[in-house]
């Protein structure tokens, strides 16, 4: 009997949507599993026993009117969700998503596309209970402060795992860090890094200059989607912490202080999911010769974060079962743009598979 991995999911949006067909497609995919083929979008297929299809979901909330109610096979599809569909025949997963408190997590941009569902909100505490989640993955859109830490005291006092894949910060947090270790819980994130996102991309790149010993002199990425997260960022009164996030994953990659511009920039409606990333470097190298760099990265946004969570929910099951408690330093430094401690991307990865392998306490 295999073990099952028990997870509920905050926000029914693209990358939920990502993150469940992605399970069904391994789990359909027996081709997927082949050592060749190990290496498609996971760290490993088989991850210290686990599969993706060992992800059970068993409980997701939302507030959309088009999404609360309906299995959450069907919720996935539904407007405005706009990512791409890898599974043709989703079978249903016997979880209704239920309605939870709207708080802060639509803005005045999303509040244009999204109807708040009719009918009260469930208690989250009570329904993390009920339904045995080991783990909440967290969803919501960016800028919902209140929201998130909504959910993060929900999953206190239900004696849940809060797994953070957005730009808010409780696992980087010491005040939140201290209540998840006080409760003998764990916590990691915060913001998830994609497989091959800009900010894996661009702290790559800042390092290889760095390290060949060229003086970099500024550097910025833009970055631009036609999805409803892209929608929601136009507001930027609620990009401060996803801008945070995202800089200081590239600027702690140089020993110096570079001058850098790297957020969200604009919403392209016909861009739907995709998301299209420009990243320009400009530096010097010997004889202060200048030198610049220019890249476009063109990705489907949500699956590009499914496998780094699917890695993510394994590696927290792993710490679950071996009672660690408090933040996931190496899990998060690996998975995540904004973890409690910052590494270079070579190193977070040895970090997490010594932890997978049981030789790192976190
Ligand atoms: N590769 C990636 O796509 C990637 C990478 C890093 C971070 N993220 C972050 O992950 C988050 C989710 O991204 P997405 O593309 O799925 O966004 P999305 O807008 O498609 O989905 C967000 C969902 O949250 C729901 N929601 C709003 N308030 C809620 C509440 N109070 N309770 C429950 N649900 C609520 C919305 O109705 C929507 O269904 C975003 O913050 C995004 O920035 C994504």
Redesign the pocket.
Same mark, same amino acid.
């Given at each position: 009997m295999r073990r099952k991995i028990k997870v509920a999911i905050?926000?029914?949006?693209?990358? $939920?949507s990502a993150l469940v067909q992605g399970t069904r497609y391994y789990r359909n995919n027996p081709e997927a599993a082949k050592p060749e083929n190990d290496w498609i979008g996971l760290t490993a297929y088989n991850l210290a026993g686990m599969e993706p299809s060992d992800i059970e979901f068993v409980a997701a909330? =939302?507030?959309?009117s088009t999404?609360v109610g309906k299995d959450l096979s069907e919720a996935i599809f539904a407007k405005p +969700?706009n990512t791409v569909q890898i599974v043709k025949d989703m079978d249903k997963t016997g979880v209704k998503v239920q309605k939870?408190?709207?708080?802060d997590?639509?803005g005045k941009h999303l509040s244009q596309k999204?109807k708040i569902a009719d009918g009260p909100a469930v208690n989250v505490t009570q329904a993390l209970k009920d339904s045995g989640a080991e783990m909440l993955l967290c969803?919501?859109?960016?800028g919902?402060r209140r929201?998130v830490q909504y959910y993060a005291e929900s999953c206190l006092d239900a004696g849940c795992a809060f797994v953070n894949?957005?730009p808010v910060f409780i696992a980087s947090t010491p005040k939140w860090q201290q209540a998840f270790a006080g409760r003998g819980l764990i916590c990691a994130g915060d913001?998830?890094m994609?497989q091959l996102?800009a900010t894996v991309v661009h702290k790559t790149l800042v390092k290889l200059f760095v390290d060949r010993g060229v003086k970099i002199n500024e550097t910025y990425q833009l970055n631009i989607g036609g999805?409803? =997260?892209f929608y929601?960022m136009l507001d930027e009164d609620r990009l401060e912490d996803k801008r945070i996030s995202k800089t200081s994953a590239v600027a702690a990659m140089a020993p110096y202080e570079v001058p850098m511009r790297i957020g969200p920039s604009d919403f392209v409606s016909f861009l739907e999911n995709d998301k299209v990333c420009y990243i320009s470097i400009k530096g010097q190298y010997f004889g202060g010769i200048p030198v610049e760099l220019d890249v476009k990265l063109k990705v489907v =946004? $949500?699956y +590009?974060?499914a496998g780094v969570m699917i890695d993510a929910v394994r590696a927290t099951k792993l710490g679950i079962e071996r009672g660690i408690s408090g933040p996931l330093e190496s899990i998060s430094a690996y998975c995540f743009k904004h973890p409690p401690v910052q590494m270079p991307y070579a190193v977070a990865k040895a970090n997490f598979l010594e932890f997978v392998a049981g030789k790192r306490d976190r």
């Open positions: 905050a926000g029914v949006g693209n990358c $939920a909330f =939302d507030v959309g999404k +969700n939870a408190e709207t708080l997590g639509i999204v969803y919501l859109p960016v919902s929201a894949a957005i913001d998830v994609s996102g999805d409803m =997260d929601n =946004d $949500a +590009n974060s």
